[in-house]
């Protein structure tokens, strides 16, 4: 088996098209954005990239695979099948088997429904293409926590990752009233940050700051629910990211204006290319 093998497509509704190995061939290209410009009269062309890295661009997929079954009622069943899921899809998921053993999944969606292929009867070769925008996620979600009761406290985030990490969950969790005031978080290995005015009331108030979806809300009822609370939030100067985990051990540092009595949890997929 080569060293990544894609697996199935599952669509927002989670209906799931698992890719047969019957015949099974598998195509992926990622362009690069490359920054080449034309000049009239000029050989070859220039490059306004110079030394930057080119970003990746989406990656096109091809799965191709045969469909074979005693009658050729139920080929075409599955046909209709593959084409019901591909048309209701919106964001989707697509997998892969890395190394034999590791599942990992990204964002895609389906761009031609289904090329298929008479073979014989009974026997149809199908070709199923979509695109890829995002990097591959460990199946597994990396959730861990820090007790803090000390300011500034600093502890160590661990990325298995080969990539950094932006789409991070960080839960602060007082343990008691007051238990966190004006929160500061700091990635010591980056330079990112984040912070919040927002004072704990209760043992039941919460912050949890999704760094992916870019919302920032208050609990006050330990997690059942809650409210928007950006207001009282924001980043370091000249940020884009919430906040980003590099590949490694990350030094973080929180910092408090009170004496903090309180738990933070986060919670990732490691990314990988």
Not at 102 to 124: C, H, M, N, S, Y
């Amino acid at each position: 088996m080569i060293r990544e093998t894609l697996e199935k497509y599952v669509n927002s509704a989670g209906a799931t098209i698992v890719f047969s190995r019957l015949q099974f061939q598998q195509q992926l290209s990622q362009p690069l954005r490359v920054g080449f410009q034309r000049v009239t009269g000029a050989n070859f062309s220039v490059d306004h990239l110079l030394g930057a890295n080119a970003a990746v661009d989406n990656e096109i997929i091809t799965v191709r695979y045969d469909l074979i079954n005693d009658s050729i009622v139920t080929t075409n069943q599955q046909v209709r099948d593959l084409r019901t899921v591909m048309r209701t899809s919106k964001t989707g998921k697509i997998w892969r088997i890395r190394d034999n053993s590791i599942r990992e999944w990204a964002f895609a969606r389906p761009t031609v429904v289904g090329d298929i292929r008479t073979v014989q009867t009974a026997k149809l070769g199908v070709a199923l293409n979509f695109e890829r925008f995002s990097d591959w996620f460990g199946a597994a979600n990396d959730g861990l926590e820090a007790t803090i009761t000390t300011t500034p406290k600093t502890f160590t985030i661990i990325n298995n990752g080969e990539l950094a990490v932006e789409l991070v969950i960080f839960r602060f969790r007082a343990n008691g009233a007051s238990g966190f005031t004006h929160s500061k978080l700091e990635n010591l290995t980056n330079g990112l940050e984040f912070s919040t005015i927002r004072d704990a009331a209760s043992a039941n108030d919460e912050i949890r700051v999704d760094c992916g979806k870019r919302s920032v809300e208050l609990s006050t009822d330990d997690g059942v629910s809650y409210a928007n609370d950006f207001d009282a939030f924001s980043i370091g100067a000249l940020q884009v990211s919430f906040m980003r985990l590099e590949p490694g051990a990350n030094s973080m540092r929180y910092t408090d204006n009170g004496t903090p009595a309180l738990d933070i949890e986060w919670a990732f997929n490691q990314v990988f290319p």
